[in-house]
């Protein structure tokens, strides 16, 4: 499942083109049954989309989903930093310390970048910040928010693009730790709300 994952994260499978069982069978040199049982649960994160008695596509990209999946983001991850900040403990911060300082040692701007690892750690500093909440079903429904707007990130950091036009950390993560580890709930929401909004914007000019 996570090489076609990663497949349709990079573009390699292009949104909304059709999956079919025996041209994945070839391109991964897999037994159909893998293939199909890697399908059903990439369906369950969104990433693929059934249609009855007509086959399978890789699930289609929108504006009005990139919208509605931002602000469904952003609603769980403020109130969920607001309880991190509140109840969060001393194991709650050195993971936010560790967590940015693996993410801080990969530039995704750069031409050779992983960013498959990239992503890895910007999803762990990010749950980082937030588990401290004790939220456990707050933070679940967090995280399937968050696999599905991966899709719309790597849009944004693209490598393709001139190194001007790639995604630029900006000192965003840096001030977020700062502020969640200095217990500042008001500028800790203010930096999360620009960053969500920076990061709609950036990817809408490439849709």
Known sequence: MEVIRQDILLGELAPGQKLVVADLKQRYNVGASPIREALVQLSWKKFVHFAPQKGCWVSPI?????????????????????????????????NILTSYHKLSRINPAESEVDFVEWEQRHSQFHLALLAGSNSPVMLNLYREVYDQIERYR??????????????????????????????????????????SQRAIEMIKAYL
Not at 66 to 79: A, G, I, K, P, Q
Not at 155 to 173: F, P
Not at 175 to 190: C, I, P, R, S, Y
């Open 154 to 195: 790597h849009i944004w950091v693209c490598r393709s693009r001139d190194y001007q036009e790639r995604y630029h950390d900006n000192g965003e993560h840096e001030a977020m730790m700062k502020a969640v580890l200095g217990k500042d709930t008001e500028q800790a929401l203010t930096l999360l709300d620009n960053h």
């Open 62 to 94: 929108s504006l009005a989903e990139l919208e509605d999946l931002f602000e469904t983001n952003l609603v769980l991850s403020r109130v969920l930093i607001e309880r991190a900040i509140q109840n969060g403990d001393e194991a709650w911060e050195l």
